[in-house]
């Protein structure tokens, strides 16, 4: 019995020289069934596939390189370690990410390294979500790497440069894996109907039910096998049915029934992973715009893959400050507002307060002069523009302090005409600064005006 999260899949060639029988092989999924044999069978990809290009070599020129393979799910990861495996007869050994342990990880290194040194046969090691393993278990991949004891194909839905050690990084191969397109859904779709490995003739998949399958895959192949192999059990349980038909001796797969088997569709974002950033990015930037729309759109996407709401809400409160600011002085109690309600109320029903400060947000004139003021403020002091205090604002309310000169000169402004005194309130060094420039955007025009007349009155100029 193998150890738990470790596993040897049989390929062209395994330890035991056997392969799937001819009735697990019908047992399996349609996903697994309908696997790519060799990269020309690879749906998408096609950079990956190229003559000459690293993959291709590496499999037709049976190299030992280790990959690192990152991509969205159901792009075909775990296909690529399975071909390479197959098409070089390596032996090939899975550790999940997900249940394995150091432990494990160092068994089956030394099992390979076994092999490897007894019979010659080499062993593709292949790693599903690696950046699920903390640097400890992947320290532990490093050995069989580096004396290429293993040919490691790791997997990953993250950025490698966030989730996987440098170590690692700088001895693997990284090949960045593209989404699937809806054609080539359609693809891999069309193929397991009329493949003896898949559906094999014996059901039409009508253009609506494709349509439908394609849009809830979200780019991802197994999801959509796994759909179609759901529509299939379904149509042929309704085959007495009015909304199931026949043709000749072929089941029709319609619509509703498509829409029976799989009606949720699948949320491409990964919390703690690349899509998080990209989301999140394309969400806050979306709001900058002034796209209420797209704004509305990856706020769903975020809600309903379950990112955190205090998250979003953070984001809002920054952005408000960020890339309205004056503009709209509203914008900022607005997303405090959402945020204090996402607290009090929570999930669902805060969606409501969340959208509606979305919208407020996105539709509000815009401008970033406050944070280029505080930040360009910020450069001068870390550049060692700084100088010292004017006397006459320095604290006066000690004994000695008006021996040394502090406040004396001091102009009260609510004394002043307008309660605007002229006097100089920056050190001399940065004198001349001019940190905070309004736009005459939404509000903004206003307090632009009224800036403009305080400072001459400041200034006296």
Do not use: C
């Not at 749906?43 to 596939?49: E, I, N, S």
């Not at 098409?87 to 494990?104: I, L, P």
């Not at 390979?112 to 393993?133: C, I, K, M, N, Q």
Request: glycine share 8%; charged share 25%.
């Amino acid at each position: 019995m193998s150890e738990p999260g470790l596993f040897e899949v049989p390929g062209s060639r395994t330890t035991s020289g056997g392969s799937l029988s001819d009735a697990a092989h019908a047992a399996a999924p349609l996903a697994v069934r309908m696997r790519p044999r060799d990269l020309d069978e690879l749906v998408g990809q096609a950079h990956l596939r190229a003559p000459g290009s690293p993959l291709r070599q590496l499999v037709e020129g049976d190299q030992s390189l280790s990959l690192l393979l990152w991509g969205p799910p159901g792009t075909g990861k775990t296909t690529i370690a399975s071909i390479i495996s197959q098409q070089t007869g390596r032996r090939f050994v899975e550790v999940s990410a997900v249940s394995a342990g150091v432990k494990e990880v160092r068994e089956a290194i030394s099992a390979a390294r076994s092999s490897l040194v007894s019979t010659g046969e080499e062993t593709v090691l292949f790693v599903d979500e690696v950046h699920r393993f903390s640097k400890a278990q992947q320290d532990a991949l490093l050995p069989g790497v580096e004396n290429r004891w293993v040919t490691l194909v790791a997997a990953t839905t993250e950025n490698p440069s966030f989730s996987v050690i440098s170590p690692l990084l700088s001895r693997s191969l990284l090949l960045r894996l593209q989404p699937l397109t809806d054609d080539d859904i359609i693809t891999v779709l069309d193929s397991a109907v009329t493949d003896e490995r898949g559906l094999g003739g014996r059901f039409v998949l009508d253009d609506d039910a494709r349509a439908h399958i394609v849009r809830l895959a979200g780019g991802d192949a197994r999801r959509s096998l796994t759909y179609l192999e759901a529509a299939a059990g379904a149509a042929v349980s309704r085959l007495a049915g009015a909304r199931t038909s026949t043709t000749g001796d072929m089941i029709t797969i319609d619509l509703a029934t498509a829409e029976t088997a799989a009606d949720q569709a699948a949320v491409r974002y990964d919390r703690d992973g690349d899509q998080h950033y990209d989301v999140i990015s394309a969400f806050i930037k979306s709001i900058r715009g002034s796209d209420a729309d797209a704004a509305l759109h990856y706020l769903a996407r975020m809600m309903e893959a379950g990112e955190d709401p205090r998250f979003i809400a953070r984001r809002l409160i920054i952005l408000a400050s960020e890339d309205i600011g004056l503009a709209d002085p509203t914008a900022l109690p607005t997303a405090v507002a959402a945020a204090q309600a996402v607290q009090l109320i929570g999930m669902p029903e805060a969606r409501l307060n969340l959208a509606q400060a979305v919208i407020a947000l996105a539709v509000a004139p815009k401008s970033n002069a406050v944070i280029v003021a505080v930040d360009e403020a910020i450069s001068d002091v870390r550049r060692g523009r700084i100088g010292a205090v004017p006397p006459h604002l320095r604290d006066a309310h000690y004994a000695g302090a008006e021996r040394l000169g502090h406040g004396k000169g001091y102009k009260y402004s609510h004394d002043a005409p307008f309660g605007v005194a002229e006097q100089q309130y920056a050190p001399d060094v940065i004198g001349d600064a001019r940190y905070y420039r309004p736009t005459e955007l939404g509000a903004e025009a206003a307090v632009k005006q009224r800036w403009e007349r305080v400072r001459r009155l400041i200034r006296g100029k």
